[in-house]
């Protein structure tokens, strides 16, 4: 709460807007190449919604996983924010615990990816607020809501919503985080 006080007081406000602007214009291909990589993620996932429970939590482990190693990377070289790392790290271990112990983590499968999406949505929140002095940030903004609304339905609706479909909901966050990325840089000023 005091950051955020500081940040909205402090007459630097302006001045993380450019930076934040630098930052995304020097290093603009590496956010195209991570937002395709997260877009071609998400299809990767949507490509098997009728594969059994089993195998689509081990694809979405491997996929959790080399997504965060791969966003980890890039955000240590480019020194962006904690968020961003959190996140990477979040990703890396869900899908580190869905690739070691597969078969009694399908039982709690649905609640380990309830419990990733609303942690994801917050965090791809909070990146959004610290990207709005960019122009196009509110698709990341648009990407954690429909993330918070994504794990909302995992949270109540387990009959309804049957463990073989659970792979097109990493696949729309995929590809929506993947899409605001390149939103982001799309037609970045220098």
Not at 67 to 73: K, Y
Not at 140 to 158: D, R
Request: net charge positive; hydrophobic share 60%; aromatic share 12%.
């Amino acid at each position: 709460m005091l950051f955020a006080r500081t940040m909205l007081t402090s007459g630097s406000f302006g001045s993380l807007g450019a930076n934040i602007k630098s930052e995304l214009h020097t290093h603009k291909s590496k956010y195209i190449f991570q937002g395709i990589v997260f877009v071609v993620a998400g299809m990767l996932a949507a490509a098997f919604p009728a594969a059994t429970a089993l195998n689509v939590e081990m694809i979405v482990g491997a996929i959790l996983l080399m997504t965060g190693v791969f966003q980890l990377v890039l955000t240590l070289r480019s020194k962006m924010h904690g968020w961003s790392l959190l996140s990477s790290c979040l990703s890396i271990a869900i899908g580190v615990i869905m690739l070691w112990q597969p078969l009694p983590i399908l039982m709690a499968f649905v609640t380990i990816l309830a419990i990733f999406m609303t942690l994801e949505g917050v965090l791809e929140l909070l990146l959004a607020f610290q990207f709005r002095p960019v122009r196009n940030w509110s698709w990341m903004f648009f990407s954690g809501i429909v993330t918070l609304i994504m794990a909302v339905i995992l949270w109540i609706g387990f009959p309804v919503f049957d463990v073989l479909y659970l792979g097109w909901v990493v696949a729309i966050n995929l590809v929506l985080y993947g899409l605001s990325l390149l939103m982001l840089v799309w037609r970045t000023e220098s």
